[in-house]
Protein backbone atom coordinates (compact mmCIF):
# COMPACT_ATOMS: atom_id res chain seq x y z
CA UNK A 1 0.00 0.00 0.00
CA UNK A 2 1.42 3.41 -0.98
CA UNK A 3 2.51 5.72 2.03
CA UNK A 4 0.03 8.45 1.17
CA UNK A 5 -3.20 5.64 1.51
CA UNK A 6 -1.51 4.13 4.92
CA UNK A 7 -4.31 4.23 7.66
CA UNK A 8 -2.93 6.82 10.45
CA UNK A 9 -3.69 3.70 13.01
CA UNK A 10 -0.81 1.83 11.15
CA UNK A 11 1.72 4.63 10.87
CA UNK A 12 3.07 7.26 12.80
CA UNK A 13 3.47 11.09 11.48
CA UNK A 14 7.46 10.70 11.22
CA UNK A 15 7.40 8.08 8.74
CA UNK A 16 5.51 10.54 5.94
CA UNK A 17 7.65 12.37 4.35
CA UNK A 18 7.88 16.50 5.42
CA UNK A 19 5.82 17.51 2.81
CA UNK A 20 2.95 15.65 3.88
CA UNK A 21 3.17 16.26 7.55
CA UNK A 22 0.83 19.08 7.19
CA UNK A 23 -1.99 17.30 5.01
CA UNK A 24 -2.35 14.64 8.03
CA UNK A 25 -3.28 17.32 10.40
CA UNK A 26 -5.71 19.35 8.02
CA UNK A 27 -7.07 15.30 7.75
CA UNK A 28 -8.10 15.79 11.91
CA UNK A 29 -11.76 15.92 12.97
CA UNK A 30 -12.63 18.30 14.95
CA UNK A 31 -12.70 16.91 18.42
CA UNK A 32 -9.08 15.61 17.89
CA UNK A 33 -8.11 18.67 16.55
CA UNK A 34 -9.23 20.78 19.48
CA UNK A 35 -7.65 18.38 21.72
CA UNK A 36 -4.51 18.78 19.71
CA UNK A 37 -4.85 22.79 20.88
CA UNK A 38 -6.13 21.82 24.28
CA UNK A 39 -3.05 19.83 24.72
CA UNK A 40 -0.06 22.76 23.50
CA UNK A 41 -1.84 25.15 25.77
CA UNK A 42 -1.29 22.97 28.82
CA UNK A 43 1.94 22.22 28.18
CA UNK A 44 3.34 25.92 27.40
CA UNK A 45 1.34 26.71 30.67
CA UNK A 46 3.20 23.78 32.49
CA UNK A 47 6.26 25.35 30.68
CA UNK A 48 6.00 28.77 31.45
CA UNK A 49 5.63 27.64 35.23
CA UNK A 50 8.67 25.73 35.49
CA UNK A 51 10.17 28.89 33.88
CA UNK A 52 8.52 31.56 36.06
CA UNK A 53 9.76 33.85 32.80
CA UNK A 54 7.43 36.22 31.43
CA UNK A 55 7.21 35.19 27.66
CA UNK A 56 4.48 33.99 25.96
CA UNK A 57 2.86 31.10 27.29
CA UNK A 58 0.75 30.47 24.27
CA UNK A 59 4.13 30.64 21.77
CA UNK A 60 3.76 26.88 20.46
CA UNK A 61 -0.37 27.67 19.26
CA UNK A 62 0.92 30.80 17.04
CA UNK A 63 2.76 28.81 14.50
CA UNK A 64 -0.38 26.57 14.18
CA UNK A 65 -3.26 29.40 13.92
CA UNK A 66 -1.08 30.68 10.67
CA UNK A 67 -1.38 27.43 9.02
CA UNK A 68 -4.89 28.04 8.19
CA UNK A 69 -8.16 29.77 8.99
CA UNK A 70 -9.28 26.18 9.99
CA UNK A 71 -6.38 25.65 12.31
CA UNK A 72 -6.71 29.17 13.23
CA UNK A 73 -10.56 29.08 14.43
CA UNK A 74 -9.64 26.59 16.46
CA UNK A 75 -6.57 27.92 18.22
CA UNK A 76 -8.24 31.48 18.54
CA UNK A 77 -9.95 30.19 22.18
CA UNK A 78 -6.92 28.61 23.43
CA UNK A 79 -4.66 32.09 22.66
CA UNK A 80 -7.23 34.76 23.72
CA UNK A 81 -8.19 33.27 27.19
CA UNK A 82 -7.47 36.37 28.37
CA UNK A 83 -7.96 40.26 26.97
CA UNK A 84 -6.92 43.36 28.46
CA UNK A 85 -7.93 47.52 27.91
CA UNK A 86 -5.82 50.20 29.24
CA UNK A 87 -6.88 53.73 28.35
CA UNK A 88 -5.71 56.72 30.51
CA UNK A 89 -6.06 60.52 28.82
CA UNK A 90 -3.02 61.62 29.85
CA UNK A 91 -1.34 58.55 28.32
CA UNK A 92 -1.07 56.59 25.24
CA UNK A 93 -3.43 53.23 24.77
CA UNK A 94 -2.63 50.24 25.44
CA UNK A 95 -4.05 47.16 24.18
CA UNK A 96 -3.05 44.22 25.28
CA UNK A 97 -4.82 40.74 23.68
CA UNK A 98 -3.60 37.93 25.72
CA UNK A 99 0.68 38.39 24.90
CA UNK A 100 0.27 41.32 21.86
CA UNK A 101 0.39 44.81 22.77
CA UNK A 102 0.32 48.09 20.51
CA UNK A 103 0.48 51.75 21.61
CA UNK A 104 -1.00 54.61 19.82
CA UNK A 105 -2.67 57.89 20.72
CA UNK A 106 -6.59 57.57 21.02
CA UNK A 107 -8.67 58.10 17.98
CA UNK A 108 -12.79 58.85 17.53
CA UNK A 109 -12.33 55.69 15.88
CA UNK A 110 -11.07 53.18 18.13
CA UNK A 111 -14.14 52.59 19.95
CA UNK A 112 -15.85 50.87 17.34
CA UNK A 113 -12.50 49.76 15.43
CA UNK A 114 -12.01 47.52 18.70
CA UNK A 115 -15.55 46.72 18.92
CA UNK A 116 -15.37 45.14 15.96
CA UNK A 117 -12.44 42.90 16.68
CA UNK A 118 -14.05 42.12 20.05
CA UNK A 119 -16.80 41.26 18.19
CA UNK A 120 -15.31 38.70 15.99
CA UNK A 121 -13.18 37.50 18.86
CA UNK A 122 -16.20 36.52 20.86
CA UNK A 123 -18.05 34.81 17.90
CA UNK A 124 -15.09 32.82 17.91
CA UNK A 125 -14.11 32.11 21.37
CA UNK A 126 -16.14 30.21 23.87
CA UNK A 127 -12.87 29.60 26.18
CA UNK A 128 -12.12 34.34 27.24
CA UNK A 129 -12.84 33.78 31.18
CA UNK A 130 -10.82 36.75 32.14
CA UNK A 131 -11.25 40.21 30.72
CA UNK A 132 -9.69 43.56 32.04
CA UNK A 133 -11.15 46.79 31.37
CA UNK A 134 -9.18 50.07 32.73
CA UNK A 135 -10.64 53.58 30.92
CA UNK A 136 -11.36 56.50 32.42
CA UNK A 137 -15.02 57.38 33.84
CA UNK A 138 -15.18 60.45 30.92
CA UNK A 139 -14.50 58.21 27.82
CA UNK A 140 -15.91 54.56 28.98
CA UNK A 141 -19.46 55.27 27.32
CA UNK A 142 -17.88 55.57 23.99
CA UNK A 143 -16.19 52.14 24.50
CA UNK A 144 -19.42 50.50 26.10
CA UNK A 145 -21.51 52.32 23.31
CA UNK A 146 -19.29 50.37 20.53
CA UNK A 147 -19.63 47.26 22.02
CA UNK A 148 -24.31 47.37 22.56
CA UNK A 149 -24.11 48.57 19.19
CA UNK A 150 -22.56 45.51 17.94
CA UNK A 151 -24.74 43.36 20.55
CA UNK A 152 -21.20 42.28 21.92
CA UNK A 153 -21.43 40.84 25.49
CA UNK A 154 -19.03 38.59 27.06
CA UNK A 155 -20.97 35.38 28.48
CA UNK A 156 -18.19 33.25 28.94
CA UNK A 157 -16.31 35.83 31.14
CA UNK A 158 -16.29 34.36 34.43
CA UNK A 159 -13.28 36.93 36.11
CA UNK A 160 -13.51 40.56 35.70
CA UNK A 161 -11.04 43.31 36.62
CA UNK A 162 -12.07 46.91 36.17
CA UNK A 163 -11.04 50.39 36.67
CA UNK A 164 -13.00 53.18 38.25
CA UNK A 165 -15.61 53.67 35.26
CA UNK A 166 -19.50 53.87 34.96
CA UNK A 167 -21.43 50.95 35.74
CA UNK A 168 -23.06 49.40 32.15
CA UNK A 169 -19.74 47.98 32.00
CA UNK A 170 -21.27 44.97 34.24
CA UNK A 171 -24.13 44.94 31.79
CA UNK A 172 -21.62 43.11 29.04
CA UNK A 173 -20.19 40.52 31.41
CA UNK A 174 -23.47 39.11 32.98
CA UNK A 175 -22.00 35.86 34.19
CA UNK A 176 -18.81 37.02 36.16
CA UNK A 177 -18.00 35.30 39.24
CA UNK A 178 -15.50 37.15 40.25
CA UNK A 179 -14.64 41.04 39.60
CA UNK A 180 -12.00 43.11 40.70
CA UNK A 181 -11.99 47.15 40.89
CA UNK A 182 -8.49 48.86 40.92
CA UNK A 183 -7.46 52.33 40.98
CA UNK A 184 -6.63 54.71 38.60
CA UNK A 185 -3.08 55.92 37.76
CA UNK A 186 -1.39 59.03 39.72
CA UNK A 187 -3.30 62.17 39.36
CA UNK A 188 -6.65 60.67 39.37
CA UNK A 189 -7.72 60.05 42.82
CA UNK A 190 -11.74 60.65 42.89
CA UNK A 191 -13.13 57.69 42.72
CA UNK A 192 -16.07 57.59 45.39
CA UNK A 193 -18.58 58.27 43.22
CA UNK A 194 -17.86 55.83 40.89
CA UNK A 195 -17.11 52.99 43.10
CA UNK A 196 -20.65 54.13 45.03
CA UNK A 197 -22.30 53.62 41.28
CA UNK A 198 -20.27 50.43 40.45
CA UNK A 199 -21.37 48.88 44.40
CA UNK A 200 -25.01 49.75 44.04
CA UNK A 201 -24.97 48.20 40.31
CA UNK A 202 -23.27 44.84 41.61
CA UNK A 203 -26.90 42.63 41.84
CA UNK A 204 -27.01 42.93 38.31
CA UNK A 205 -23.98 40.13 38.53
CA UNK A 206 -26.58 37.15 40.21
CA UNK A 207 -23.58 34.55 39.96
CA UNK A 208 -21.06 37.00 41.60
CA UNK A 209 -18.79 35.31 44.38
CA UNK A 210 -16.14 37.09 44.75
CA UNK A 211 -15.21 40.23 44.96
CA UNK A 212 -12.18 42.98 45.05
CA UNK A 213 -12.15 47.13 45.80
CA UNK A 214 -9.09 48.50 46.20
CA UNK A 215 -9.51 52.04 47.79
CA UNK A 216 -7.63 53.86 49.15
CA UNK A 217 -10.10 53.99 52.40
CA UNK A 218 -13.28 52.40 53.80
CA UNK A 219 -15.49 54.54 54.59
CA UNK A 220 -18.67 53.67 56.73
CA UNK A 221 -20.75 54.56 53.26
CA UNK A 222 -18.60 52.30 51.38
CA UNK A 223 -19.35 48.94 53.87
CA UNK A 224 -23.00 50.16 53.93
CA UNK A 225 -23.30 50.26 49.97
CA UNK A 226 -21.40 46.33 49.95
CA UNK A 227 -23.48 44.99 52.40
CA UNK A 228 -26.65 46.13 50.94
CA UNK A 229 -25.35 45.39 46.95
CA UNK A 230 -23.90 41.68 48.12
CA UNK A 231 -24.88 40.82 51.41
CA UNK A 232 -24.17 36.73 50.46
CA UNK A 233 -20.63 37.33 48.91
CA UNK A 234 -18.15 34.31 49.57
CA UNK A 235 -14.96 36.02 49.14
CA UNK A 236 -14.36 40.17 50.23
CA UNK A 237 -10.87 41.48 49.52
CA UNK A 238 -10.33 45.03 50.84
CA UNK A 239 -6.49 45.42 50.85
CA UNK A 240 -5.90 48.83 51.60
CA UNK A 241 -5.54 50.11 55.23
CA UNK A 242 -7.79 51.70 57.26
CA UNK A 243 -8.48 54.96 59.45
CA UNK A 244 -11.12 53.50 61.74
CA UNK A 245 -9.84 51.25 64.53
CA UNK A 246 -9.34 47.90 64.03
CA UNK A 247 -12.40 46.61 66.14
CA UNK A 248 -14.92 48.89 64.59
CA UNK A 249 -13.42 48.12 60.84
CA UNK A 250 -13.75 44.49 62.02
CA UNK A 251 -17.24 44.28 63.00
CA UNK A 252 -18.25 46.05 60.50
CA UNK A 253 -17.20 43.56 58.07
CA UNK A 254 -18.57 40.84 60.07
CA UNK A 255 -22.04 42.15 58.88
CA UNK A 256 -21.14 40.17 55.71
CA UNK A 257 -22.33 36.46 57.06
CA UNK A 258 -21.67 34.35 54.72
CA UNK A 259 -17.87 35.51 53.89
CA UNK A 260 -15.52 32.26 53.51
CA UNK A 261 -12.07 34.20 52.75
CA UNK A 262 -11.82 37.24 53.55
CA UNK A 263 -8.68 39.89 52.64
CA UNK A 264 -7.42 42.83 54.21
CA UNK A 265 -4.57 44.81 54.11
CA UNK A 266 -1.07 43.33 56.63
CA UNK A 267 -1.27 44.08 60.43
CA UNK A 268 0.77 47.51 59.92
CA UNK A 269 -2.03 49.31 58.34
CA UNK A 270 -4.81 48.39 60.62
CA UNK A 271 -4.04 50.40 63.82
CA UNK A 272 -2.81 47.92 66.05
CA UNK A 273 0.04 49.37 67.01
CA UNK A 274 2.64 47.85 65.23
CA UNK A 275 4.28 50.56 62.99
CA UNK A 276 7.35 49.47 61.67
CA UNK A 277 9.68 51.81 59.82
CA UNK A 278 9.83 51.99 56.63
CA UNK A 279 12.81 53.52 55.00
CA UNK A 280 15.09 50.61 54.52
CA UNK A 281 18.16 52.57 55.77
CA UNK A 282 17.16 51.95 58.95
CA UNK A 283 18.00 48.01 59.21
CA UNK A 284 21.44 49.19 57.72
CA UNK A 285 24.65 49.46 59.74
CA UNK A 286 24.94 49.48 63.16
CA UNK A 287 21.88 47.95 65.17
CA UNK A 288 19.99 46.83 61.96
CA UNK A 289 19.75 43.36 62.48
CA UNK A 290 18.79 43.78 65.82
CA UNK A 291 16.00 46.29 64.75
CA UNK A 292 14.65 43.50 61.73
CA UNK A 293 15.03 40.95 64.57
CA UNK A 294 12.55 42.73 67.09
CA UNK A 295 10.09 44.23 63.94
CA UNK A 296 10.07 40.31 63.06
CA UNK A 297 9.06 39.73 66.27
CA UNK A 298 6.49 42.49 66.72
CA UNK A 299 5.02 41.87 62.94
CA UNK A 300 4.34 38.06 64.43
CA UNK A 301 2.73 38.92 67.42
CA UNK A 302 0.57 41.76 65.30
CA UNK A 303 -0.23 39.52 63.32
CA UNK A 304 -1.95 37.19 65.55
CA UNK A 305 -3.70 39.65 67.24
CA UNK A 306 -5.36 40.69 64.01
CA UNK A 307 -6.23 36.72 63.12
CA UNK A 308 -7.47 35.72 66.23
CA UNK A 309 -9.94 39.34 66.37
CA UNK A 310 -11.14 38.46 63.04
CA UNK A 311 -11.79 34.71 63.49
CA UNK A 312 -13.63 35.17 66.74
CA UNK A 313 -16.02 37.37 64.70
CA UNK A 314 -16.36 35.26 61.48
CA UNK A 315 -17.08 32.45 62.79
CA UNK A 316 -17.75 30.85 59.22
CA UNK A 317 -14.35 32.05 57.88
CA UNK A 318 -12.36 29.20 56.34
CA UNK A 319 -9.60 31.71 55.18
CA UNK A 320 -7.97 35.11 56.22
CA UNK A 321 -5.40 36.82 53.66
CA UNK A 322 -3.52 39.47 55.11
CA UNK A 323 -1.45 41.72 53.08
CA UNK A 324 -1.95 43.52 49.61
CA UNK A 325 0.40 42.21 47.91
CA UNK A 326 2.03 38.56 48.66
CA UNK A 327 -0.29 38.26 51.52
CA UNK A 328 -0.37 35.66 54.32
CA UNK A 329 -2.68 33.40 54.37
CA UNK A 330 -4.03 32.29 57.84
CA UNK A 331 -6.54 29.34 58.84
CA UNK A 332 -8.02 28.10 62.37
CA UNK A 333 -8.44 24.76 63.43
CA UNK A 334 -11.15 25.81 65.89
CA UNK A 335 -12.02 24.17 69.00
CA UNK A 336 -15.49 23.27 68.18
CA UNK A 337 -17.79 24.42 65.67
CA UNK A 338 -18.65 27.35 67.67
CA UNK A 339 -16.32 27.82 69.25
CA UNK A 340 -14.57 31.41 68.41
CA UNK A 341 -11.10 30.35 69.45
CA UNK A 342 -8.58 27.78 67.90
CA UNK A 343 -4.77 27.05 66.99
CA UNK A 344 -4.09 29.47 63.45
CA UNK A 345 -2.15 27.91 61.05
CA UNK A 346 -0.10 29.87 58.78
CA UNK A 347 0.98 29.81 55.13
CA UNK A 348 3.79 32.50 54.42
CA UNK A 349 3.69 35.20 51.98
CA UNK A 350 4.95 34.09 48.11
CA UNK A 351 5.24 36.02 44.74
CA UNK A 352 2.11 35.44 43.86
CA UNK A 353 -1.63 36.07 45.15
CA UNK A 354 -3.11 33.42 47.34
CA UNK A 355 -6.14 34.75 45.97
CA UNK A 356 -5.27 33.92 42.18
CA UNK A 357 -7.62 31.21 41.91
CA UNK A 358 -10.38 33.67 42.37
CA UNK A 359 -9.51 36.76 40.41
Known amino acids: MPKSSAMLSGATIESYPVANKSAILCRLNDDVLDLVCAGLCDLATADKQQRRGRREDKASLIPLSTTCKRFRTFCIPYIFQTFKLEYYAADP ?12 LFTDALPDALASVLSTLTSLNSRLERFTLTIEPKR ?47 RQTDVRGWNTGLIEALPRLPKLQSFYLDQTSYEDEIIDALLKAIPNIKTLVLPCGIWSH ?43 AEL ?44 DKDSRTGKLKWSPATNKHHWDKYF
Open 93 to 104: ITLKLAFKADET
Open 140 to 186: VDLFVAALVKRNVVFTSVRRLNIGHCADQVLDLFPNTVALGIHGLPY
Open 246 to 288: FETFVSKLARFREVEVLGIADSSQLNVGFCPPRCGNAYMGPGG
Open 292 to 335: ARRVRQQCDEANERVASTVFSQFLQLTELWLGSYAPNMVTMDRD
